[in-house]
């Protein structure tokens, strides 16, 4: 079934660095978006990025997508010790609800 | 004011019981959905809901059962219960099928 696998499972920096996460997904999509979870709560939506854009920006936040590639990044700058959560990648598909990857955890230590 | 809110936060239940998780949304979204996520974090489609007609019925054991009395309220009824279902069931609900999710904060299920 078309779904994200996000790159790494986890991840661990430092307050100040930039964290990049990576998203993989199998089909063509209409949009893609990604999701912040913080520990025993509900998933956060970040930003939305459709199929006919490469690039979008939300603060610290930085998504690229590669439709060539079936690929997105999600880049976090200036990382915070709020920061430290799950991340989602969800492709959405004809006939299906959004589907999500696995995610990636970061920590952000301080 | 929450926008999604689920009940309860937590259930504790023995295997064979039937239970009830309720979801209700404000924000006057059409779609409302169930996701389960296991102890890997992996977010599954359950099921979802829009203007009171399912539209999506994933693979998921007739054991459990969507019912929305209205497009604010979207609840889960599970039968029968075993260990496996144990896990967070969220609710979500979004303007359009593809637009973005506001998720509940979850209700943890552990069946013993």
């Known amino acids: 079934s078309q779904q994200g696998e996000e790159d790494p499972q986890a991840l661990s920096i430092q307050e100040g660095e930039n964290a990049t996460m990576n998203c993989s997904y199998k089909?063509?999509?209409?949009?893609l978006q990604w999701y912040r979870q913080n520990s025993g709560r509900g998933l956060v939506h970040l930003i939305l990025?459709?199929?006919?854009?490469r690039e979008k920006h939300s603060g610290r936040l930085r998504v690229t997508l590669d439709t060539s590639k079936k690929s997105s990044s999600l880049l976090i700058t200036a990382s915070r010790a709020a920061d430290t959560a799950s991340y989602f990648c969800?492709?959405?598909?004809?006939?299906?609800?959004?589907?999500f990857g696995k995610g990636t955890t970061l920590s952000v230590s301080s | 004011d929450t926008a999604v809110s689920q009940t309860p936060k937590y259930l504790v239940t023995q295997m064979g019981n039937d239970k009830s998780i309720k979801c209700e949304q404000n924000l006057g979204h059409d779609t409302m959905y169930w996701y389960k996520q296991d102890s890997k974090k992996f977010l599954k489609i359950m099921f979802s809901y829009n203007n009171k007609e399912l539209i999506i019925n994933e693979t998921v054991p007739n054991r459990f059962s969507p019912k929305s009395p209205d497009k604010a309220h979207l609840n889960l009824h599970i039968n029968s219960l075993e260990l496996g279902d144990s896990a967070v069931y969220f609710c979500?609900?979004?303007?359009?099928?593809?637009?973005?999710?506001?998720f509940g904060n979850g209700t943890r299920l552990t069946v013993t």
């Open positions: 979500a609900s979004s303007q359009a099928r593809y637009s973005p999710l506001h």
């Open positions: 089909t063509s999509i209409n949009n």
């Open positions: 990025i459709r199929s006919n854009e």
């Open positions: 969800a492709t959405d598909g004809a006939g299906t609800a959004l589907i």
